[in-house]
Each structure stands twice: as structure tokens, then as C-alpha cells.
């Protein structure tokens, strides 16, 4: 079946340093890949997504290069604030059996991401 | 425009009861989603719902359901309620089955005592 995994957390980091959180998957054919982000007391927020292999997916100062070759999407912005804290989720998804659902998102763990100022 | 909404927020119930969650997509958004979010499973998918029709199940046992309405809005009930069932209940809305980007609520918190 199809899996995520995602870095262990939690990440602490000071403010403007370098966040990478790796993110693997597996799935069979040619998921599209996700990244979402959780503030506290929120739901999940769409943060960038990357459809085929190769493409880089941006957002906010966040990228993910979908790399078949290696099977991952990892998750980085080269400054982070403050307000970045949150938990962070990597996501994939698959057309349906037959269908054309993109309706069922597989999520990795989570990431706890804290930023000191 | 508006975005996904859940009701309610917050939720009490004791053991055996049965509890009923809606959630009302974006406008013009025709699919929806139902996740449950726990500290020990993570976020497990549950069921999506297009036109109506249930397109996918994940795998929960029967005491978890769900509809859809004509105009898109969902409801999901548990029966029986178990302790196990304490968790954030988030509901994500997208165009439709051709739609990769899901949109999710602020989720309903149900505690089960």
C-alpha cells in the first residue's frame, strides 16, 4: 500500500537558520505530493504541491522537488521565522481504482517544527 | 470566500452514545473528505464523498458512516461511541474527483468520556 515518512521530529531551530524536513514515500504508479502545514488549534493548510516528477512545488519561501529517483519530497526554506512554527505534514495521493478520486490523502507522521527568536 | 466549516467545534459524549459531525465545503466545491486525527495514529483517512455517492472507504469499522447532500454539505456519524474515538475530526472540500488540492476545516474536537 501507499506510505509516508517524515523525519522524526521535533525540529527546534533559531530564527533565519535552515529548515529541511525529509519526507520518503511509497506508493506504486505516480502519486502527486504534498506538503500541508497545522498551527495550533487549526486545521491543515495546504502549503505547496508537486504533481510529477521533477517539479518543484513553492510556497511562502518553501520548496519540495518531487524526486522519483529517490522517492522524496523534502521540505525546505532557506530562512525560517518565528511564525513558521507549526506541525508540518507530508502527503500523497493516488487516483482511485478505476477512477479518477484523488480523494484519499496518505499522511506521514508529522513534524513538529519550533523557531526561536 | 468562505471556507470549509465545521460543526460544532467541541464535543462531549459519554460511551455508547452516537454522535453526528457536518461540514459545509467551499463554495462550488463538490468533493468532500473526512479524516480523524489522533496523537497515536496520526491523520487516517475515513471516507470521501462526491455527487452524493461515497467514492472511497478507509478502513474504519461500520459504526463510522457518512452522507452527502445535493448541495454538497456532508455529515459523518459514529454509533456507539468508544473511548478510542476521542479525536480532532477534520473534513477537507476539493472541485471534484479531478482535484488534487483538498481544503480542509477547522475540524471538530469529540471527546468521549
Known amino acids: 500500500g501507499n506510505s509516508v515518512t517524515q523525519m522524526e521530529g521535533p525540529v527546534t531551530l533559531s530564527e533565519e537558520a535552515f529548515l529541511t524536513i525529509n519526507c520518503t514515500y511509497t506508493?506504486?504508479?505516480?502519486?502527486?505530493l504534498f506538503w500541508y502545514v497545522q498551527y495550533p488549534g487549526e486545521g491543515l493548510q495546504l502549503l505547496l504541491k508537486a504533481t510529477k516528477a521533477d517539479d518543484k512545488g513553492s510556497n511562502k519561501g518553501f520548496e519540495a522537488t518531487y524526486r522519483k529517483e529517490t522517492t522524496s519530497f523534502h521540505l525546505e526554506k532557506g530562512s525560517v521565522q518565528v511564525s513558521d512554527s507549526a506541525v508540518y505534514f507530508c502527503a500523497l495521493s493516488r487516483r482511485g481504482a478505476g477512477g479518477t478520486s484523488y480523494g484519499k490523502l496518505t499522511f506521514g507522521q508529522g513534524t513538529i517544527l519550533t523557531v526561536h527568536p | 470566500k468562505a471556507g470549509v466549516t465545521q460543526t460544532p467545534r467541541y464535543l462531549i459524549k459519554t460511551r455508547g452514545q452516537q454522535v453526528t459531525l457536518s461540514c459545509s465545503p467551499i463554495s462550488g466545491h463538490r468533493s468532500v473528505s473526512w479524516y480523524q486525527q489522533t496523537p497515536g495514529q496520526g491523520l487516517q483517512f475515513l471516507f470521501e464523498y462526491f455527487s452524493e455517492t461515497q467514492r472511497n472507504k478507509g478502513n474504519f469499522p461500520g459504526r463510522f458512516s457518512g452522507r452527502q447532500f445535493s448541495n454538497s454539505r456532508s455529515e459523518m456519524n459514529v454509533s456507539t461511541l468508544e473511548l478510542g474515538d476521542s479525536a480532532l475530526y477534520l473534513c477537507?472540500?476539493?472541485?471534484?474527483?479531478?482535484?488534487?488540492?483538498?481544503?480542509f476545516g477547522p475540524g471538530t474536537r469529540l471527546t468521549v468520556t
Open positions: 506508493a506504486t504508479g505516480y502519486p502527486s
Open positions: 477537507a472540500s476539493s472541485l471534484g474527483p479531478e482535484s488534487s488540492e483538498q481544503y
